[in-house]
């Protein structure tokens, strides 16, 4: 499902994370994130609470939106997300986050995204195509 072009663009660039509950519509950059061997998209919980509670609130739904914008290429994910607080993911975000913010501040836990769709947001002929 994530092509090479996909996996290039979401590890080069930040992400903006949308989610939606009762009606009201949240939208957050994220830094700490990452693709996994199997195609997942894990990103470390810092400062996600809204995120975190919409998703509890509308079954685990979730939008990534990932572009280049020199190239003007991109991508929005549609998927379903699941909170995890242990194990490996989280630990390799914690220790990212308190390095960079010298103790100050740590991941709680990490988002783990399942993609379900792949849409062309790239300007062009394949704008909208579902990969």
Not at 24 to 46: E, H, M, R, S, Y
């Amino acid at each position: 499902m994530l092509t090479d072009a996909v996996k290039t663009i979401l590890k080069a660039n930040m992400w903006d994370l949308a989610t939606c509950a009762d009606g009201i519509p949240n939208v957050v950059p994220v830094a700490f994130k990452d693709v996994t061997d199997d195609g997942k998209l894990v990103v470390g919980d810092v400062f996600l609470q809204t995120t975190l509670d919409n998703i509890h609130k509308n079954g685990g739904r979730i939008a990534v939106s990932a572009y280049d914008a020199q190239k003007l290429e991109g991508y929005q994910i549609k998927g379903t997300a699941v909170y995890v607080t242990d194990g490996p993911v989280v630990n390799t975000f914690k220790k990212i986050v308190e390095d960079m913010f010298k103790g100050a501040a740590t991941a709680k836990g990490a988002l783990v995204i399942t993609p379900e769709q792949v849409i062309v947001t790239t300007p062009g002929k394949d704008n909208k195509k579902e990969l």
